[in-house]
């Protein structure tokens, strides 16, 4: 009685990570004014937002093996299984698509490449190129785990290890091991067994880890309020607009038309898909959002596990409408416009392709600069062009990052809307979805 009295007085979900992020801008800001990086404020939040991510990324390779495997296990959910994948990637180009267009047009309406702040000098080629053959090298597991390791060395010449993992790698893994239980017959069973109960044991961390969320994401915004100062946006304010405006009205026009298009409550889903977004916004990573937007997609936007447990991991690494759409869009305008090197209808339609297939092609070595330098590869315009932009990166990364998850959850979304897996409008906020049995 106690608890769920205490359970009741409390404010819904997204309320709390609303208060967090709250939280999270009066302590980055008054972390700002002792001094930006060099106080204990700015490290201590640092250290709450790193951990909080760290626990999200340490829960994805567990989370996306056990849900593929058990929705593979359940024969029932393989007989759409097709189409279902071929109406998401469907979905996914064509809202790639629009997103495209917004960034073209507004790269062409604001020209940020004419009105740059910034000197040449600042330019210099990226650490990393995105290729064609990226997408086949992802899809190929390098061990059994999907696991990566990668090596930095520091300005002191001291050099760290860290390791990682591919999620595209594990959802084949995934793919591959539930097929062959099933092919095996009375001896695959209690493997399968095993994984289902895997499963539950994972939601059930999963569930504390979220239950962090509102201290997680304080840290986190008051981490980038600290560290990112404003003023770095005076140089490249015509680029920035024309991202965050490119940002805004994808988030908040084109998927609410869609939404509304297939008879779903925009008001519901954005209450809905809320925490996963501030997440995004806060903590510049779509794979260590990747459980938080599975939570929202199935417990309350009511999507089935059996398809959510591809569509979110897959959305995680090839669905990214800001990184990948509308960034490189307008992006490689600017380049254009600064080095003078004029742009014909080709040249645009070579960069809408390029968005929304891009995407997928980069799947193994995601990121909004790899994205980047395959479109300016792709029209002949100089990498170099990547460097006149990093100093703004992080601040823009936080806008492009939220709309790539509100993206991933909005496919599910629709498609399961569609094909009749979800009837009527999406629950109340507040509210969790019914799941089927």
């Known amino acids: 009685m106690a608890s769920a009295s205490s359970r009741s007085v409390l404010p819904s979900f997204g309320v709390q990570v609303a208060l967090g992020l709250a939280a999270g801008l009066v302590l980055g800001l008054v972390a700002r004014e002792m001094g930006g990086e060099t106080n204990w404020l700015t490290e201590l939040l640092g250290t709450v937002g790193t951990v909080f991510v760290q626990l999200l990324k340490a829960i994805v390779p567990a989370l996306v093996f056990t849900a593929i495997v058990a929705s593979i296990a359940n024969l029932a959910t393989l007989q759409n299984g ?9 979905w996914f180009a064509i809202t ?35 290729g064609w053959t990226d997408f086949l090298k992802g899809l190929v597991p390098a061990n059994l785990f999907g696991l990566t390791g990668s090596t930095t060395i520091a300005a002191d010449g001291k ?6 993992f591919n999620v595209l790698q594990i959802v084949v893994l ?32 999963l569930k504390w880890i979220i239950a962090l969320t509102p201290i997680g994401t304080a840290g986190l915004i008051g981490t980038a309020v600290a560290r990112y100062g404003w003023e770095a946006l005076a140089p490249l304010g015509q680029f920035a ?17 869609l939404l509304r298009a297939n008879g779903l409550s925009p008001s519901r889903f954005f209450a809905a898909a809320w925490p996963a977004i501030s997440v995004a916004f806060a903590s510049r990573s ?7 937007t599975e939570d929202v997609v199935t417990e309350r936007l009511g999507v089935p596990r059996s398809y959510a447990s591809f569509a979110v991991p897959l959305g995680a690494t090839t669905k990214m409408d ?13 380049v254009a416009q600064f080095y003078g090197i004029p742009l014909g209808a080709f040249d645009y339609a070579l960069i809408a392709f390029v968005s929304v297939l891009g995407s997928a092609a980069t799947a193994g070595m995601t990121g909004a600069t790899v994205m980047l330098t395959l479109t300016l590869s792709m029209l ?12 703004v990166d992080p601040i823009l990364d936080m806008g492009r990052t939220a709309v790539n998850v509100a993206g991933q959850a909005l496919v599910p979304t629709i498609v399961a809307r569609r094909e009749g897996l979800i009837e009527g409008d999406l629950p109340e906020p507040g509210r969790l979805a019914p799941q089927p049995a």
């Open 82 to 90: 097709a189409r279902l994948a071929a109406k998401t990637l469907l």
């Open 96 to 130: 790639a698509g629009i997103a495209v267009a917004i960034g073209l047009a507004l790269g062409l309406l604001l020209e940020p490449g004419s009105h740059a702040g910034v000197a040449a000098t600042a330019a210099a080629p990226p650490s990393s190129v995105g």
């Open 286 to 292: 779509s794979i260590g959002t990747l459980p938080v």
């Open 174 to 205: 995934s793919i591959a091991v539930g097929i062959a239980a099933l092919k095996a017959g009375e001896a695959g069973k209690p493997f399968l067994a095993f994984v289902q109960s895997a499963l539950q044991i994972v939601r059930v961390i």
């Open 322 to 334: 800001g990184c990948a759409a509308i960034y490189p869009a307008i992006a490689a305008l600017f």
């Open 159 to 164: 050099a760290s290890t860290a390791l990682g």
């Open 380 to 391: 002949g315009l100089p990498l170099e062009g990547v460097g006149l932009l990093l100093a």
């Open 241 to 257: 607009l024309a991202i965050y405006l490119g940002l805004g009205l994808v988030m908040f026009v084109v998927y609410p038309l």
